[in-house]
T-cell receptor
Framework: DGGITQSPKYLFRKEGQNVTLSCEQN?????MYWYRQDPGQGLRLIYY???????QKGDIAEGYSVSREKKESFPLTVTSAQKNPTAFYLC????????????FGDGTRLSIL | QQQVKQSPQSLIVQKGGISIINCAYE??????FPWYQQFPGKGPALLIA?????SEKKEGRFTISFNKSAKQFSLHIMDSQPGDSATYFC????????????FGGGTRLMVKP
């Protein structure tokens, strides 16, 4: 089955700690995205990547970092600089062509200990 | 100009009724309008999408109506069922590098048995 796998499903962060959220896709998509979703809110774009070894900041990139070393993988690191990291994080992918849907994983819920 | 405004924020409908969710946009360059359905603890899943060259698109009980002159589009769920209870997001995009989507704020739908 083709799809997007996010892990872990739940993650806890201690103060001052960096944590990394995993996102893997086997859809052969070029573009990948990270969103943050707060309770009762819409989706806000953190980072996106159109191609391997290239990525761009989204609307709320401060306190986050990403890498795109492989087409299938787009990990997100939530750094200690992100002062309010508690949220639901969603990874998505698409072909990268205009007017094509984005396909989402089932998210990682990050909480502060 | 990039915003997509979605209403209502929450909606309660009786089983068998019609659920209507509305979205409005400002950017006339938008030319792709998908709707996503999200269940608690899951990622959004593409429900139905429309291009502005048609005024209506129907898939089963789900219909998108599109009014280009008013810059509005809406989702109608006919014969609403308790299993339709979820959060619905409208989105919009235009011919841009990276296939970026702009999301509405979401509507939490509850269908009462």
């Amino acid at each position: 089955d083709g799809g997007i796998t996010q892990s872990p499903k739940y993650l806890f962060r201690k103060e001052g700690q960096n944590v990394t959220l995993s996102c893997e896709q086997n859809l052969n998509h070029d573009a990948m995205y990270w969103y943050r979703q707060d309770p009762g809110q819409g989706l806000r774009l953190i980072y996106y990547s159109q191609i391997v070894n290239d990525f761009q900041k989204g609307d709320i990139a401060e306190g986050y970092s990403v890498s795109r070393e492989k087409k299938e993988s787009f990990p997100l690191t939530v750094t200690s600089a992100q002062k309010n990291p508690t949220a639901f994080y969603l990874c998505a992918s698409s072909t990268g062509f205009s007017n094509q849907p984005q396909h989402f994983g089932d998210g990682t819920r990050l909480s502060i200990l | 100009q990039q915003q997509v405004k979605q209403s209502p924020q929450s909606l309660i409908v009786q089983k068998g009724g019609i659920s209507i969710i509305n979205c409005a946009y400002e950017n006339t360059a938008f030319d792709y309008f998908p709707w996503y359905q999200q269940f608690p603890g899951k990622g959004p899943a593409l429900l139905i999408a429309i291009r502005p060259d048609v005024s209506e698109k129907k898939e089963g009980r789900f219909t998108i109506s599109f009014n280009k002159s008013a810059k509005q589009f809406s989702l109608h769920i006919m014969d609403s069922q308790p299993g339709d209870s979820a959060t619905y997001f409208c989105a919009a995009s235009y011919n841009n590098a990276g296939n970026m989507l702009t999301f509405g704020g979401g509507t939490r739908l509850m269908v009462k048995p």
